[in-house]
């Protein structure tokens, strides 16, 4: 369980490192199946020399009717790092769901969800979540002890990033696949299309990004060498 | 208070290993594309063998209505016939002023009846037309209608030979791709002469491009001049991309 956390920490850096070089590449995102540089973008990130690069050819009309699909040619060197990024990206993407899975299994037959995760019912409730939101907030984070004694707020926390946007994480991006969504064509109806998988997977990173960035604050306010210790040993 | 486990941390990683050593195992008993030596490239051959072990047959890529298709960019190489343009080739020059007729498409390697094919001969295949998306790895995609002879079929008429794996594709751009057999007899992957029901436009692969709508944009090779079917995996270096691009 413990090197599990670091293999999933190594695995989304990794991963977030490529997926931005592979977002570089591309920076517009898109709802629906269909998104490219002459169809109107949801909104385009100032990444990368592609950003607004307009080197392309006049466009010549598919069909001779007004407000018909065009095709024009690239004439602009784009940046593209994916050779290696994509490679890379699915690479650490295997750790990711290996580990995972792993992790899934034992978590669930060690008692470790049930036991450490799950809030109790006499601990949920509105009244102590907000209380426990607003120490956070304030900076009143407890000194951890040893072991997994979570509080309400990290418990959620922690549920939603493993049962939620990590699963969400693997699912938009096979949805990008072509020969998975031809084996499981309810992928693409799931996330409304290729390129809103692509687009609800950019968001789940953010949060994603906002999560270990919060949670990296809350390991050194709460002791950051027996955290450590912990994370690392158990210990 | 100590608990007895049912799963240790021990055993966990004993599973996964065997799991992940039992993906590989199943690809090990026919010899894989390589990784060139690439520890990069490994994941890819993890996938190309959890794809091919995990999904089900040839399903068949989602197609669309004829109000569907979208507008297309055209990438890559956009006119081999261009004097000073990126893959510029000299006979494709030739060839295109001639409107293509003196065009052929040699199929070779090992099959029976090697041929070179003109286009007026590859039409006479049963035609397959199919509206599909167009997945490119830069990130974008579109939707196309796109009209060819499947390639199985131009395959079994050349007369591929049992002990064959891989089909080799050679462009007038000097650009080459490979696809193992499942690709090749997937319904869907042909060898494109029309698009959006018109001729395939010069910017677009004229006169012929393969189409294999279950991987990424890179594998559907434009401006075709000849298909080789070989027993090994040809390996012509490291193109800086990867094999297989299912994913």
């Known amino acids: ?235 | 208070m100590k608990k007895k486990k049912l799963i240790t941390r021990r055993n966990a990683i004993i599973t996964g290993v065997s799991t992940i050593g039992g993906l590989l195992l199943t690809g090990c008993s026919k010899k894989l594309p390589p990784t060139y030596g690439n520890i990069l490239r490994m994941g890819d051959v993890l996938t190309y063998t959890a794809q091919r072990t995990l999904l089900p047959g040839q399903s068949l890529a989602r197609e669309y209505q004829l109000s569907d298709i979208s507008s297309f960019p055209a990438t890559g190489t956009t006119n081999p016939a261009a004097p000073g343009q990126p893959g510029y080739s000299q006979t494709y020059g030739q060839l295109h002023s001639g409107a293509f007729s003196d065009w052929r498409l040699s199929v070779e390697g090992r099959v029976a009846r090697p041929k070179k094919y003109s286009l007026a001969e590859l039409q006479q295949f049963p035609a397959r037309t199919q509206i599909t998306r167009h997945t490119c790895e830069e990130g974008w995609t579109a939707i196309g209608q796109w009209t060819g002879a499947p390639l199985g079929l131009v395959l079994q008429n050349a007369g591929i030979l049992p002990s064959a794996r891989f089909v080799n594709f050679y462009a007038y751009d000097d650009y080459m791709e490979s696809i193992d057999l499942f690709d090749a007899f997937h319904p869907q992957t042909i060898l494109a002469y029309g698009m959006n029901g018109s001729g395939l436009p010069i910017s677009h692969g004229a006169p012929l491009r393969l189409r294999v709508e279950t991987q990424i944009g890179y594998k559907s090779v434009k401006y075709l001049q000849r298909i080789v079917v070989t027993d090994e995996f040809v390996n012509t270096g490291d193109s800086g991309w990867s094999w297989y691009v299912g994913i």
């Open chain 1, 1 to 235: 369980m413990k090197c599990s956390h670091w293999i999933v920490t190594a695995s989304f850096l990794a991963l977030s490192v490529t997926g931005v070089v592979i977002l570089m590449a591309h920076p517009r995102l898109y709802w629906g199946e269909v998104g490219n540089d002459l169809t109107p973008a949801l909104f385009e990130l100032p990444i990368s020399r592609n950003y607004h690069h307009g080197g392309w050819e006049q466009s010549t009309p598919f069909f001779q009717r007004a407000g018909s699909p065009v095709t024009a040619s690239r004439t602009y060197d784009i940046f593209n790092q994916n050779g290696w990024g994509r490679s890379l990206h699915f690479l650490a993407a295997w750790f990711l769901v290996g580990t995972g899975l792993v992790y899934l299994l034992a978590g669930l037959f060690s008692g470790h969800f049930r036991n450490h995760l799950l809030p109790e019912a006499r601990e949920f409730s509105r009244r102590l979540f907000w209380r426990d939101l607003v120490n956070h907030v304030r900076m009143r984070i407890p000194k951890a002890g040893k072991g997994p004694q979570y509080g309400l707020l990290q418990k959620c926390t922690y549920l939603v990033v493993i049962f939620f946007l990590l699963p969400l994480m693997v699912l938009t991006g096979m949805t990008m696949s072509p020969a998975i969504t031809a084996a499981y064509p309810f992928l693409l109806k799931m996330f409304f299309g290729a390129q809103s998988a692509r687009t609800i997977h950019f968001f789940a990173f953010v949060a994603l990004l906002l999560f270990l960035l919060v949670h990296v604050v809350m390991v050194i306010r709460s002791g950051f060498k027996n955290q450590m210790r912990f994370m690392t040993w158990g210990k």
